[in-house]
């Protein structure tokens, strides 16, 4: 079974530029979440999809972070313009059931390394 | 506000001794407590984890303690091992998707 796949590893783009990140989840996952860990900080939660619906967009910073996930498979998120604080790493993970939290936990992508300059 | 709290950036121990790392919390709604570990340029795996009603968790070298009175929680390593050498972040959630971390204890076994 593959993992949770994200695209690109690593991305550095100047300030002002827009940059999108693609998360691949497990097949059949229809729960998708995107995180943040910035400055070797806190992994702090973005949002949450079930399949193709936001169900808590909660921790999205600003408007500069736009998420989709068509079709209810990969997911994108886009930062547009981008900003020097948002430089870190960019994680995402899937669960079949919401509820996987309390045994087996999500599973996590290696993240995008995101650098604005 | 910081609802998770890893008070400990780092712990060094020697291989075959135990790791304590430690998790403080907040929100007493939490309902479930997670312990992923993560390598460098990987993404944090599921380590273990607690339900609110348990005090106490076992999988093989991880035994995972909740104290919801001081709402603290506790994983313990034993014996360390080298490869046990990561970054370990706490986690708790409060019936939702949405996972709460702390800020990571980097542990280093030293053979």
């Known amino acids: 079974e593959a993992g949770v796949t994200q695209f690109p590893s690593h991305s550095v783009i100047e300030k002002g530029q827009t940059v999108t990140l693609r998360c691949d989840p497990i097949?059949?996952?229809?729960?998708l979440y995107w995180y943040r860990r910035v400055m070797g900080k806190e992994i702090k939660f973005l949002l949450h999809?079930?399949?193709?619906?936001?169900?808590?967009e909660s921790g999205m910073p600003n408007n500069r972070f736009l998420a989709e996930r068509t079709g209810g498979t990969y997911s994108t998120l886009k930062v547009q313009p981008a900003e020097l604080e948002d430089s870190g790493v960019y994680f995402c993970a899937s669960s079949q059931y919401q509820w996987d939290r309390a045994n087996y936990g999500y599973t996590f992508g290696s993240g995008t390394r995101l650098t604005v300059v | 506000d910081q609802q998770v709290k890893q008070n400990s950036p780092s712990l060094s121990v020697q291989e075959g001794r135990i790791s304590i790392l430690n998790c403080d919390y907040t929100n007493s709604m939490f309902d479930y407590f997670l312990w992923y570990k993560k390598y460098p340029a990987e993404g944090p795996t599921f380590l273990i984890s607690?339900?609110?009603?348990?005090d106490k968790n076992e999988d093989g070298r991880f035994t995972v303690f909740l104290n919801k009175s001081a709402k603290h929680l506790s994983l313990h390593i034993v014996p360390s091992q080298p490869g046990d050498s990561a970054v370990y972040f706490c986690?708790?959630?409060?019936?939702?998707?949405?996972?709460?971390f702390g800020q990571g204890t980097t542990l280093q076994v030293k053979p």
């Open positions: 999809f079930v399949k193709e619906s936001k169900q808590d």
């Open positions: 607690i339900s609110s009603i348990k």
């Open positions: 097949s059949g996952h229809d729960n």
């Open positions: 986690a708790a959630s409060a019936d939702t998707g949405k996972l709460i």
